[in-house]
């Protein structure tokens, strides 16, 4: 079962900032990695509070190579490199209990 914290973005990770993501899948055709999820239904399962999904994708989210070639493509700016940094310190803190 999918459990929705409708206060994953604010409590856990404040200065996570995809809004004005418009799901244009720029990132994930110039993604090097071919990373399948990222970053456009990973943004999405995070504005959704869906931190459940978040956390089993932990695995795509590590080897991002935060090349910033998708970033620099983005029509809408987003910090996808940020993003997912933030999402790793959440995902290494929650459930690696690392940096308490
Ligand atoms: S390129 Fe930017 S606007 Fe397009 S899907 Fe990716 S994050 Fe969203
Ligand atoms: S920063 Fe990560 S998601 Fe973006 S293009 Fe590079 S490897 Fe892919």
């Given at each position: 079962m999918t459990?929705?914290?409708?206060?994953?973005?604010?409590?856990?990770?404040?200065?996570?900032?995809?809004?004005?993501?418009?799901?244009?899948?720029?990132c994930t055709a110039l993604c090097p990695m071919e990373i399948g999820p990222l970053p456009r239904m990973l943004f999405r399962q995070v504005i959704l509070g869906l931190e459940d999904k978040v956390i089993e994708n932990a695995d795509t989210i590590f080897s991002c190579l935060l090349c910033k070639m998708c970033e620099a493509n983005c029509p809408?700016?987003?910090?996808?490199?940020?993003?997912?940094?933030?999402?790793?310190?959440?995902?290494?803190?929650?459930?690696?209990?690392?940096?308490?």
């Open positions: 459990i929705i914290n409708i206060s994953f973005v604010e409590s856990a990770i404040p200065r996570f900032d995809a809004a004005a993501c418009m799901n244009c899948g720029v809408a700016g987003v910090p996808i490199a940020e993003n997912l940094r933030l999402l790793r310190n959440h995902i290494n803190t929650t459930v690696h209990g690392l940096g308490r």
